[in-house]
């Protein structure tokens, strides 16, 4: 057997302009946490006080990649990046394909931690044993495209990585994204903002090293047996051709598309939103990959004419189509990806944008903003100048931009006049495109998720029951198919658990969740053959699901030290307290007696206490988490 | 005879090919290693993946003072004995595509060209965009010919 592999952690301080290498090397602890989310957690938790100010030198960033990155592992180039979040107060996981975590790997690091802050803007640069922090001068203020050009020409190498801030990161907008290269980005929580604070531009890697495996026979046949599950199942294909638009569609016939601001669930002329028509009106060229994803599910789009001639961007996601187009009552493609490029290149979260946008559109329909207020844009409904104006406003902080960059939260409470009924937002972050009150797993995995109401903790599409798939895997969580149902919520808890557990598991991993949880070609064995043949390091099925659980488990403690309990487990006001009249099922709301069913089971599975929906003590006892109890017990109570 | 053809217009720049053949000539992930190199421009998301074009007038074998390049007379690869060679690197510099490296194996310096995996190029199962193919001689020009049909049809809109 091959020797253990440890965890390799780069440390750049920027205040001190000093960098470090260090180690794990227990295979105990490797098992438990398997790399990752779950490292960079298990660092978190061990390390950082979690009262600290988001924008405190202090406070770090930290890119991991996942155990598989960097090798063949089909959809396996995916890296977490953490950080306490400016916009929610509390830990935010956020999790990135592209090619970055790819080149950290080769350069020999499993774990980038950045902390401290630097005096004047700064890059670093890593390039093997090579970790330098350099001067950014020149690249502060330039957007995302304009940075990577110039990082790569100054250093003759078109294959640098990076993972860069734009304007908005720089201005501190709550919902600057980190963007990793140019078509990927590590969106939500404010990361960028946080690199902002450090005056950190850019964090550039190029790894020359290879990465080997402990037993590579089983490595290559776990290998070829997901090759052939990808080619089997029904869901790849349509990913692969049309991206993931592919189901604004099916999304709008149900009445869960959310329009207006989730006023209404479907839009007229949905057509102009669908990944099919970004092949029919000739906008798609290309299709792009993450590292060693053969599904390729990203697009690369141009405008060739019209008033946008000359865009060309990456996308447009789901997610985009909605907060940038139906949500704003918008179904202008060309207009959405030119939304799209600006958000790409200023580096802006393109759902809480969107989000943002809409509230600022309803504010004019109440009767609470007029279109003086911002500027004489005019805000009605589906305007796209407005819509388009509005982004470079947000990233530059100018006039209402300043507003609406301060997040949802914060921009509703500010203004008054009831406008938090209808800002979509939840515990500072603004809630991902999905209509929870169609979707009552959904609802509840937003509850509870420790970054916010979006679904890039726990996504569970199998509810719908789409494929054939997804019905028998309700069936191997629940026990029987008839709980692919959205609209009920019996066995929720159950489903929500288990999505959260291979979420997790497939983060630390570094693959991709949508063949784990949407496309379904990747499951909690395959995930543990991988991890055992690539580490040398024997576990099963449930000990990976464990790690996962672990990973939710260990970031509830985090927050439950900040003092949120059950009683935060919330969605935005509207969600909760309007019906969904677009909906296929009667009284379609998610409204506090349907999440409290939904809650109590969910905790009691959990085996937290129901009460305050916080582990307890035996519970991290029983996870092998105890050595924590006593530095959480130093904030809040614990049964 | 088969012919190993690239379309960069599919190419979606996953980089699968050069992990397969680092992993199966070599049990590690490590591009340096692969015969086979994607070369990109990110802005654009253009990719191009090259690799030895095996030449029937082949330079690095007509450079080759010592003989330890020579011809698989099955594939037409172009193959490497590593006790003829004396390391002069003549080959590498000879090759127009830039197909031909020098590679460390421990101590050991050794020239790899891509040698076909004896016919059933690793690369090639990888690649679920078929940007890169390795098909009968005949077949490509038919391929060709076949998806200008299809260009033309589809420009009529569903008239079949």
Known sequence: ?639 | MKIFTVDPEKCTGCHQCELACSFNKHRVFDRQLSNIRVESIEDLALNVPVKCMQCDDAPCIASCVAGALYKDPVTGAVLWDGDKCIGCKACVIACPFGCVSVIKKGRDTQIAICDLCSGDPECVKVCREKAINYVDETRVNKNKRERTFRKILNQKDGVV
């Open chain 1, 1 to 639: 057997m091959a020797v253990i592999k440890p965890v390799e952690i780069l440390t750049v301080d920027l205040s001190s302009g000093k960098s470090s290498r260090s180690q794990i090397k227990d295979p105990e602890i490797i098992k438990k946490y398997v790399g990752g989310r779950g490292i960079a957690l298990y660092y978190l938790l061990s390390s950082l006080n979690p009262e600290i100010d988001p924008y405190a030198p202090e406070a770090p960033v930290i890119f991991a990649p996942g155990v598989l990155t960097g090798t063949y592992v089909p959809s396996s180039g995916r890296t977490s990046v953490l950080f306490k979040s400016p916009a929610t107060g509390r830990i935010f996981k956020t999790n990135v394909g592209g090619h970055f975590g790819a080149q950290l790997k080769f350069a020999g690091y499993d774990l980038l931690v950045i902390k401290g802050r630097a005096e004047k803007p700064v890059y670093v640069y890593i390039e093997d044993d090579n970790a330098e922090i350099r001067d950014a001068s020149h690249l502060w203020g330039k957007d995302v495209r304009e940075t990577n050009r110039l990082v790569r020409e100054e250093n003759d190498d078109p294959e640098v990585q990076t993972a860069c801030i734009g304007p908005a990161g720089e201005n501190g907008v709550a919902y600057a994204s980190i963007q990793v290269s140019i078509y990927n980005a590590a969106g939500r929580g404010g990361g960028g903002a946080v690199m902002g604070a450090k005056n950190l531009k850019m964090v550039a890697a190029r790894g020359t090293r290879g990465i080997d495996v402990a037993d590579p026979e089983k490595f290559s046949q776990t290998v070829s047996r997901l090759w052939d599950k990808m080619n089997s199942v029904s869901g790849v294909k349509p990913l692969s051709d049309y991206g993931t638009s592919i189901g604004v569609e099916s999304t709008n016939a149900v009445g869960a598309f959310p329009v207006k601001n989730f006023q209404q669930g479907s839009i007229d002329n949905i057509e102009y939103l669908t990944g099919p028509y970004l092949v029919k009106g000739g906008f798609l060229k290309r299709k792009i990959s993450c590292y060693s994803c053969p599904v390729a599910c990203h697009r690369f789009v141009t405008l060739d004419e019209g008033k946008y001639r000359g865009t060309y961007t990456g996308g447009p996601e789901y997610e985009t189509l909605s907060a940038l187009g139906g949500g704003c009552f918008i179904t202008d493609t060309a207009a959405i990806i030119k939304g799209g490029e600006l958000c790409n290149i200023l580096g802006l979260d393109t759902i809480s944008t969107g989000n943002s946008i809409q509230w600022l559109m309803e504010c004019k329909q109440r009767g609470v903003v007029s279109d003086e207020d911002a500027s004489g844009l005019d805000l009605s409904w589906g305007n796209t100048e407005t819509m388009i104006e509005l982004i470079k406003m947000i990233a530059k902080r100018e006039g209402i931009g300043d507003l609406l960059a301060k997040g949802l939260k914060a921009a509703s409470e500010e203004l008054g006049k009831d406008s938090h009924k209808w800002a979509i937002q939840a515990r500072g972050l603004e809630q991902s495109r999905v209509e929870t009150r169609s979707a009552y797993g959904y609802a509840l995995a937003f509850a509870v998720s420790s970054r916010g109401p979006d679904h890039l903790n726990t996504e569970c599409l199998a509810e719908f029951g789409g494929s054939p798939e997804a019905r028998q895997l309700i069936k191997r969580i629940t026990g029987s198919e008839e709980y692919a149902y959205p609209h009920t919520t019996e066995k929720r808890a159950e489903i929500v658990r288990w999505h959260e557990d291979i979420y997790g598991a497939s983060d630390a991993l570094g693959v991709c969740a949508f063949p784990t949880t949407a496309q379904f070609w990747v499951d909690e064995w395959d995930l543990a053959d991988l991890f055992e043949s690539f580490t040398g390091i024997g576990a099963d099925a449930s000990d990976i699901m464990e790690a996962g659980r672990r990973m939710i488990t260990l970031e509830r403690c985090f927050n439950a030290m900040l003092g949120y309990t059950r009683k935060d487990d919330i969605l935005p006001y509207r969600l909760m307290n309007e019906v969904q009249h677009d909906a296929m099922h009667e009284d379609a709301v998610n409204s506090e007696q349907l999440l409290d069913i939904m809650k109590d089971e969910y905790f009691a599975l959990h085996e937290w206490d129901i009460e305050t929906g916080l582990p307890t003590k035996a519970t991290l006892d029983k996870l092998g988490l105890g050595e924590f109890t006593d530095k959480i017990t130093g904030y809040t109570e614990l049964k």
